[in-house]
């Protein structure tokens, strides 16, 4: 059945340095969602991506998709305190939605 | 707007015990479903609505069951709640299928 694998699971970085984490699926997604969830909150949708090779950008955040539809990546530049949390991708294919693991974001001021 | 509203927001029940979580959407979502997030496993499906009066089974659906009267709301119960059921549960709706999840704040369950 559809995976999603997240990596790294943690990620510990100094304030103002860029950071990577990966999203891989072992089918082809037909669109990937981010989610951000905040120490003691809920998830909240970041962005949707559908189309192979999208890249889109939030601010401090690239968000981009493979050209085989089959990984995901998130890029924070200049890392601050407020990117702390866990950042979950979720791969939509074969008719459900199937949520990461997650990456959990550390900051050293 | 309130959003995706759950209750309760803790509860500790003790082996075997019965309870029922609610969780209320004000957005005329069709789509409903709840998760379960246990440390390093992110969030995983237990059951999921696509309409008023319909239930389907997730990932991992043992030991709950689900019903949607009304299309607002969404009950998940446990019938007899075992110590592999504490976890935090999460309540999620959305406009469309596989789109984008509004998530309610979450019950924290302990079941000792």
């Known amino acids: 059945g559809q995976q999603v694998m997240q990596i790294p699971q943690y990620q510990h970085v100094q304030e103002g340095e860029d950071f990577t984490t990966y999203c891989n699926s072992s089918?082809?997604?037909?669109?990937i969602q981010w989610y951000k969830q905040r120490p003691g909150g809920h998830p909240v949708f970041l962005i949707q991506l559908v189309k192979s090779g999208e890249v889109k950008k939030q601010k401090r955040l690239t968000f981009q998709f493979g050209e085989a539809k089959k990984n995901s990546s998130l890029h924070i530049t200049a890392t601050q305190t407020t990117d702390v949390g866990t950042y979950f991708c979720a791969g939509e294919g074969d008719y459900k939605l199937s949520f990461g693991a997650g990456t959990t974001v550390t900051v050293r001021a | 707007n309130a959003g995706v509203t759950q209750t309760p927001k803790f509860r500790v029940l003790k082996t075997g015990q019965s309870m029922t979580l609610l969780c209320a959407q004000d957005?005329?979502?069709?789509?409903m479903y709840w998760y379960r997030q246990d440390p390093g496993m992110g969030l995983r499906l237990i059951h999921y609505?696509?309409?008023?009066?319909?239930?389907a089974k997730g990932e991992v659906p043992d030991g709950y069951n689900v019903s949607r009267l009304k299309k607002q709301n969404f009950l998940l119960g446990l019938e007899s709640a075992a110590p592999s059921q504490t976890s935090v549960y999460f309540c999620?709706?959305?406009?469309?299928?596989?789109?984008?999840?509004?998530f309610g704040p979450g019950t924290r369950l302990t079941v000792l």
């Open positions: 089918t082809t997604l037909s669109n």
């Open positions: 999620a709706s959305s406009l469309l299928a596989y789109n984008e999840q509004f």
């Open positions: 609505s696509v309409g008023e009066g319909t239930t």
């Open positions: 957005m005329n979502h069709e789509y």
